[in-house]
């Protein structure tokens, strides 16, 4: 590519003023070079919101990512078991499939979240988020909201739909922070460590599961992994290894997204007290609050797809084998699509944001998703009237995610329920 058709805006989405703060650096990319080759991440950065939209329905971006990077290993005897082991749990899973493979998948994916009545969980939901609002309010001073509420709060939840025991339901986060280790974590020296307790973390969770498996095989019940086993004769049934993978991946996907909605929420509300008093004089507003707030600053900045057809985006020539970034975030923020799009408007109508992505991955935990994040944010301001930040958040420098380390708040006196 030559310097002509590749304007020099700056693209580098990992430098801490962009992990900080990505919105201007992107209005700017958008407007100079919407659909941009970059060095950097040797990728496409596409941060329009009609050519993202569209990207989602182009067949040529294939989903389908973590399988031949698994049958490049298969070339190279020397690689780690660890590495290996992890792309191995990983490569079943539908977020990194593509049809057949992932239209099956999806269909008994969604069947068993259908039948868990997502609707009917608030109170399940609100039960776990005042617990940990309890907590908190035992602390006293600057204290990480993240840490004692939005963290917790989604591997509680996913552990307890898949019919975990109660006091097991801590380790489902240890597993899926060591996941994440591997899918989002550090290079360099830190790799082979990190694989190793990935390593460890996934023979725990793997036998865990199982045992599950086997209990629930001879004893039903209602929760989530019994419904995933109901087809256990049927002829596309999930095998063990493939219901391991996707309570897995249940759990990874609905972990670090749903905390970061959370936290990235009431962040954004307590730098705006115009529009925090108004969603607590307004609290029949939260549904379109909630909305506004994953448009405004959802938890997926970046998503991967991998070329494989020629096509044409934005009278660019994309070509097999490259990689395109889909940018979330900028196409969330795009001027063209949403009227002042770097204003909170919790009542902004209509509000068709790509926070869930859109076409055959959207997100299939949506509503769940929604309904935690509403359900904390609502709770934390009607029991904690003072809330108040107690410092500038750091942000993790991450490429897909947008994730503080910590987000450091006081609470004042709040209240008990
Ligand atoms: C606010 C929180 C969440 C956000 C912003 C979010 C966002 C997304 C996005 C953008 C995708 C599309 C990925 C792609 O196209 O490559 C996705 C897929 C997915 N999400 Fe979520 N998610 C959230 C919470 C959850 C929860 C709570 C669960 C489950 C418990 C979940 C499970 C999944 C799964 C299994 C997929 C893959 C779907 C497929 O490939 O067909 N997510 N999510």
Excluded at 148 to 162: D, G, S
Excluded at 355 to 360: L, P, V
Aim: charged residues 25%; negative net charge; hydrophobic residues 40%.
């Amino acid at each position: 590519m030559s310097a002509t058709e590749n304007p020099a805006v700056p693209d580098d989405l990992l430098e801490p003023s962009a992990s900080a703060d990505p919105y201007p650096a992107l209005h700017e990319l958008r407007a100079a070079d919407p659909v941009h080759w970059s060095e950097k991440h040797r990728a496409w950065l596409l941060t329009r919101y009609d050519d993202v939209s569209a990207a989602f329905q182009n067949k040529a971006f294939s989903s389908d990512r973590v399988r031949p990077l698994l049958a490049a290993r298969a070339e190279r005897p020397d690689q780690p078991e660890a590495t290996t082991a992890v792309l191995g749990l990983m490569a079943s899973w539908m977020v990194v499939s593509d049809p057949p493979a992932h239209t099956r998948l999806r269909k008994l994916a969604a069947g068993a979240f259908k039948g868990q009545g997502i609707a009917r969980m608030d109170g399940m939901i609100t039960r776990i988020v005042d617990e940990h609002i309890d907590g908190f309010l035992r602390g006293s001073g600057a204290q990480d909201l993240i840490e004692h509420i939005a963290y917790p709060l989604p591997t509680t939840v996913i552990a307890t739909m898949l019919g975990a025991a109660p006091e097991d339901r801590d380790r489902f986060r240890e597993w899926s922070d060591e996941l994440a280790l591997v899918a989002f974590g550090a290079g360099g020296t830190a790799r082979a460590e990190r694989h190793e307790r990935a390593l460890r973390g996934l023979r725990e969770m793997d036998s865990y599961i199982r045992e599950l498996i086997a209990k629930r095989r001879t004893d039903p019940g209602e929760d989530m992994l019994s419904a995933l086993m109901a087809h256990d004769g049927d002829a596309d049934h999930l095998s063990d290894d493939e219901l391991v993978a996707m309570c897995a991946l249940l759990l990874f996907a609905g972990h670090e997204t749903t905390t970061n909605s959370i936290a990235n929420s009431l962040l954004a509300l307590l730098r705006r007290p115009d529009q925090l008093d108004r969603l607590r004089r307004e609290p029949e507003l939260i549904g379109p609050a909630v909305e506004e707030l994953l448009r405004f600053d959802g938890p997926i900045k970046v998503l991967i797809r991998w070329v494989v057809a020629e096509t044409a985006v934005g009278g660019r020539t994309i070509s097999p084998g490259e990689r395109v970034h889909l940018v979330l975030a900028a196409a969330n923020r795009d001027p063209a699509k949403f009227t002042d799009p770097d204003s909170l408007d919790l009542g902004r109508a209509p509000n068709p944001h790509l926070a869930f992505g859109k076409g055959i991955h959207a997100c299939i935990g949506a509503q769940l998703a929604r309904m935690e994040t509403r359900i904390a944010v609502s709770r934390i301001l009607a029991r904690l009237p003072e809330l108040a930040l107690a410092g500038d958040p750091q942000w993790k420098p991450s490429l897909a995610s947008r994730a503080m380390e910590t987000l450091p708040v006081t609470h004042g006196a709040g209240r008990t329920s």
